[in-house]
């Protein structure tokens, strides 16, 4: 069953191993493991739902204690403390567009705010309900799923917007399709919470952001319905997808989504190679991105994060064995990791593989073939259930994530990093701080940095600290001129940033687009944009 505290599975533990956990400790500190918040006493606060009867509308507590809240860390520290200060009145699993229309016209009469939800994996306060008069409820969209329509001769899917990524790809590949839209989140969240929050898959250089992805639409606002055709390209004025994606669920609720597929890869490899410091690794990485070389992922790890994977990894021997040959080959502290994917005909991986490798050599790259790059695709979706042994050896991680153009990569991994820990220097703790750019563009890259700090035991303590190092670092950001999401969209969490990136005439741009659809503002209030701009 799912976790209602955490990530995923609760049958699923991936436990740290007693390396990495002693190289953690080294770093930052032995960790205060941390005694849960029962389910049943959290119910037990939730009080009584406001909302009139609906027949749609659930207002078990069970219902409402999990529909509250998402994955961010302030998500996290709120469950497992059990100090939540807010839930929905109730939930309601529309199962058609009839059902949403009807819940739609229920909150407009009763004056209700709707919040959207997905799979539940935002990671920047997208659902949190933010404590009105005015009473909430949450829209769950998991049984709007089905794969509605399939245009094989124009390669286009239609389904219900609440389909799981695991769900969409085997219903595709039951047909010899792929949409390759794969993020980290991909087994918990859904194609709707994809679009509306500008999601951006591990393959992306291949199969494109869900931008790319996005073909048409059907989404019911409180003003009507709109349909967003399919067009292989229109110069028919402005996009009207360009609306729907980042709207983050205050337009309206989407049902359906018309997506661009693909046929299966024939083949798909993932390669690693090793660079003797960052700024070879960097050079090397523009070049390969600037040369269009047609592979479906680039992943560059800095120092830190490529030892912590490799402590991670355990293996001990293996490791031992295979730094003493990169030792040889140039490749020592200061050593960072590429791993490169390329999927499609035998001929064209071959091909792009081949370049990219000829461009790492330029660079002082060492190939050491497919085998690291197996291990991390198949432990990628794996990989997240560390934040749940995290938290119970008592360290909490956190993630903050840009994209920014080339010239100012470096610095701003730098400066993100050093914001994070000197976040935390005023009370001596230190922080555990690594980076990886994990999308690459021709103009720039996307960089994404992770915090390993501890915990303190009390709730207050441990949100003020997440407070501190999330504004330190998104202030970082902005300094240095990047956006503040390039993948996990604003939410609550980064709503304060959005001006300094749009401009007072952009943000007043989007609150009237908003309010066009929406003139009551009872979709997802005091997201995107703080609730009071939009019922200016
Ligand atoms: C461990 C982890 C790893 C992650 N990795 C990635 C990654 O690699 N790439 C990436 O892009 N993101 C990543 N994320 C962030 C998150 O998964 C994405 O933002 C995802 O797109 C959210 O989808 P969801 O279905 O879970 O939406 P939810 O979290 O349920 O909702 C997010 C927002 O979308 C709205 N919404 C959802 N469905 C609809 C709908 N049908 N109509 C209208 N509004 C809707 C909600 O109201 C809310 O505002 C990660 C998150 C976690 C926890």
């Avoid at 300094?500 to 003139?519: Q, T, V, W």
Wanted: glycine share 10%; hydrophobic share 40%; proline share 4%.
């Amino acid at each position: 069953m799912r976790r209602w505290n955490g990530w995923g599975d609760d049958s699923i533990h991936y436990a740290i191993n007693a390396d990495a956990l002693s190289f953690l400790q080294a770093r930052i500190g032995q960790g205060l493991p941390q005694a849960d918040a029962a389910l049943d006493h959290v119910c037990q606060q939730v009080p009584e739902s406001r909302l009139p009867v609906h027949p749609l509308v659930d207002t078990d507590a069970l219902g409402r204690v999990r529909h509250t809240l998402g994955q961010s860390l302030p998500d996290w520290l709120k469950m497992r403390f059990g100090k939540i200060s807010h839930f929905p009145d109730g939930v309601a699993y529309p199962e058609s567009a009839g059902d949403v229309r009807s819940l739609l016209d229920y909150a407009t009469l009763h004056n209700i705010a709707l919040i959207p939800y997905g799979g539940g994996t935002s990671v920047v306060g997208h659902l949190a309900v933010t404590g009105s008069e005015q009473p909430v409820l949450s829209v769950d969209m998991s049984r709007m799923s089905q794969l509605l329509n399939l245009d094989k001769e124009a390669q286009l899917a239609t389904f219900g917007a609440g389909v799981f990524g695991p769900d969409l790809e085997a219903q595709l590949r039951a047909h010899g399709y792929t949409l390759g839209h794969f993020p980290q989140s991909f087994e918990y969240s859904t194609l709707g919470g994809w679009v509306v929050t500008r999601s951006s898959g591990q393959q992306s250089l291949r199969y494109g952001r869900i931008e790319q992805l996005l073909a048409g639409a059907r989404v019911e606002t409180p003003a009507g319905r709109l349909d967003i055709q399919t067009f292989p390209a229109s110069a028919a004025g402005l996009d009207l997808r360009e609306m729907l994606l980042g709207s983050e669920g205050r337009m309206g609720i989407v049902t359906e989504v018309t997506v661009r597929i693909t046929a299966l890869p024939a083949c798909e490899e993932f390669h690693a190679v090793f660079f003797p410091d960052w700024d070879a690794a960097q050079t090397a990485v523009r070049s390969i991105a600037q040369g269009k070389l047609g592979l479906s992922m680039l992943r560059l790890s800095n120092a830190t994060e490529t030892l912590t994977s490799l402590t991670l990894a355990g293996h001990n021997k293996l490791i031992g064995l295979l730094e003493s040959y990169l030792r040889l080959r140039g490749c020592d502290e200061g050593k960072c990791v590429l791993l490169i994917g390329a999927s499609g005909e035998k001929s064209q991986v071959r091909h792009a593989v081949k370049s990219a490798l000829k461009m790492t050599g330029q660079h002082q790259g060492v190939h050491i073939g497919k085998t690291m790059g197996e291990k991390w695709k198949q432990g990628r979706f794996r990989n997240v259930y560390l934040r749940n042994s995290a938290w119970q050896q008592g360290y909490a991680i956190d993630t903050v994530e840009t994209a920014c153009d080339w010239p100012k990569v470096k610095t701003m991994m730098l400066s993100m990093e050093q914001a994070g820990q000197n976040a935390m220097a005023t009370e001596n703790e230190q922080v555990h701080a690594y980076t990886h750019l994990s999308h690459l563009y021709g103009q720039g890259a996307s960089v994404y940095s992770t915090f390993v700090y501890r915990l303190t035991g009390d709730y207050e303590h441990d949100y003020a600290r997440w407070r501190r190092l999330k504004s330190a670092v998104s202030a970082a950001i902005v300094a240095n001129g990047g956006t503040i999401s390039h993948q996990h969209g604003v939410g609550s969490d980064h709503a304060p940033y959005l001006e300094a990136e749009k401009g007072s005439l952009g943000i007043s741009g989007m609150r009237h687009l908003f309010k066009h659809f929406d003139p009551q503002g009872i979709m997802n209030p005091g997201k995107l944009l703080p609730v009071e701009d939009v019922k200016q």
